[in-house]
């Protein structure tokens, strides 16, 4: 190796040039004391044992021929190298980069800065910064990419509709889920559908038009062979009673034909009768009873012709050729009959023979039990002039054809025009029993009257429960002056 030569500046001052032969260079401190060797061994720099300082305590500077030095090659630094705090960042120089120190919140942090001057702290607080991360420059996709421009900088995978993204722990999930797509439409020949390729478990797409034509009918759920059939090889047979047909490759249509049905028998009541049903124009069925029972006598043709000779004629044209019963039947709306040989209605035969009504006169038979009744006239009617004070008796009998009361009277003759009051009390019974089995009774009965007009009061009420054969008792009272009674008359069915 030949000659070198360094020169050496300390605080300002120059030292003496030295000339070392060999690959060794001595350094001495002020004193003059050795304070480290040197050593240059192909091209390579040994500082052994020692601390190199740079910038700090008794600074110096290594220069050649008035510039920086350079070292080319490798440098191995046995020890620690001992940076000072800058205040700021350096000034940026071309083609170099600076490592070096600031303070960060009263810590010395170590800074590298590019030419650019592109500044990035590599210490924080004891540690590397981002010593702990995964960091990514560049994240490419099928369209688009991003960069990181921070340590911190986020990366987020989002799914779409249909695509679900998790994450646990380092591994990231990405799912497939239908579900997650609502929008229902139509699928058109060009619309993809995606599978997976089973020949190497990749993901493919394939149209609509060429999946539904790679689909085999009769592999589908469902299918089943007989319903897929040749349709020239069935043929629709007309039955009996209808007409057309034919294979099925066409429309084939069925036409009622009765000149089909040779069959002549009798029809019965459950047999079934075929009829089109104009409310909803559909074919129906109904039992030939129910059909009958559905016609109308009224409405059949010639209903007005004489033909059943066996049937009487509303007429009368026709006379009877037998005698005739109307069971437990009644002959209604009969007229009166004027000949002999004319039927009578009951009520011709009742108002003209009177087996319906009937009446009986009784006379006055005493006064308070005792006496004569009539002790007075009034024209030529006996009477008696009583006072409020009197009462009348009487005894009859109720005859044997007696049904029921239609009506009992007293009758008077009253001596004024006035409201007239009276009461009744009755006791009757039938032979062989006592005479009060049966007692009744009528209380402050009144009527309205005229002085000397015949006046009927109804003492019907007295007598409930008369029966044929009683024999009656009948005590008549009044508050009224001069009743005048003439006798009792009772109408009987």
């Not at 030949?2 to 060794?24: M, P, V």
């Not at 080319?72 to 800058?86: P, T």
């Not at 350096?90 to 001057?117: C, H, I, M, Q, W």
Request: hydrophobic letters at 35%; aromatic letters at 8%.
């Amino acid at each position: 190796m030949g000659r070198r030569y360094f020169r050496f500046t300390q605080q300002g001052s120059n030292t003496d040039l030295y000339e070392i032969a060999d690959t060794t260079l001595k350094f001495f401190d002020s004193s003059g004391s050795e304070a480290f060797d040197l050593d240059l061994d192909d091209n390579e720099l040994s500082l052994d044992g020692l601390l190199l300082r740079v910038g700090v305590g008794s600074t110096f500077t290594v220069v050649s021929g008035g510039d920086d030095v350079g070292v080319e090659g490798n440098v191995e630094v046995l020890g620690a190298i001992a940076l000072g705090e800058n205040a700021s960042d350096p000034a940026a120089v071309a083609n170099r980069g600076f490592v070096y120190t600031k303070d960060v919140s009263a810590t010395s942090e170590l800074f590298y800065e590019d030419d650019g001057g592109n500044a990035i702290q590599l210490t924080s607080g004891g540690a590397v910064v981002g010593a702990d991360q995964n960091l990514w420059e560049t994240m490419s996709s099928d369209s688009g990419s991003v960069a990181a421009n921070t340590t911190t900088d986020t990366f987020t995978i989002a799914g779409s509709a249909g695509i679900d993204t998790s994450i646990s722990g380092d591994a990231l999930t990405v799912t497939l889920d239908l579900n997650e797509i609502t929008t229902d439409t139509v699928i058109a020949a060009g619309d993809l559908v995606v599978f997976t390729d089973i020949t190497d478990s990749g993901n493919q797409n394939i149209t609509f038009a060429n999946f539904e034509g790679t689909l085999n009918h009769d592999s589908l759920t469902g299918f089943v062979a007989n319903e897929h059939i040749d349709h020239t090889s069935v043929t629709l047979t007309a039955g009996e009673g209808l007409s057309g047909g034919g294979t099925i490759a066409a429309n084939r249509s069925f036409a009622l034909d009765l000149n089909e049905i040779t069959t002549d028998t009798s029809i019965a009541a459950g047999d079934l009768v075929a009829f089109t049903d104009i409310t909803d124009s559909g074919n129906q069925n109904i039992t030939f009873a129910n059909f009958e029972g559905a016609l109308d006598h009224g409405s059949i043709a010639g209903l007005s012709d004489d033909d059943h000779s066996q049937y009487t004629l509303v007429a009368g044209t026709r006379a009877f050729t037998g005698e005739q019963s109307m069971g437990t039947n009644k002959l209604t709306n009969v007229v009166d009959p004027t000949t002999d040989q004319e039927a009578a209605t009951k009520k011709y035969v009742d108002d003209n023979i009177g087996s319906a009504t009937k009446e009986i006169f009784i006379p006055m038979l005493s006064e308070g039990g005792s006496g004569t009744a009539y002790t007075s006239t009034v024209g030529d009617f006996a009477t008696k002039v009583t006072s409020s004070t009197q009462e009348f008796n009487t005894n009859f009998f109720v005859p044997n054809d007696f049904s029921s009361l239609t009506d009992m009277v007293v009758i008077i003759l009253p001596d004024a025009t006035e409201t007239v009051q009276w009461d009744t009390l009755t006791d009757f019974g039938a032979a062989g029993e006592a005479p009060d089995a049966n007692s009744d009774s009528q209380t402050d009965a009144t009527k309205a009257v005229t002085i000397n007009v015949i006046a009927e009061l109804d003492i019907s009420a007295a007598l409930t429960g008369l029966a044929a054969n009683d024999y009656v008792g009948c005590n008549f009272q009044s508050d009224t002056d001069d009743l005048r009674p003439i006798g009792l008359r009772m109408k009987y069915a």
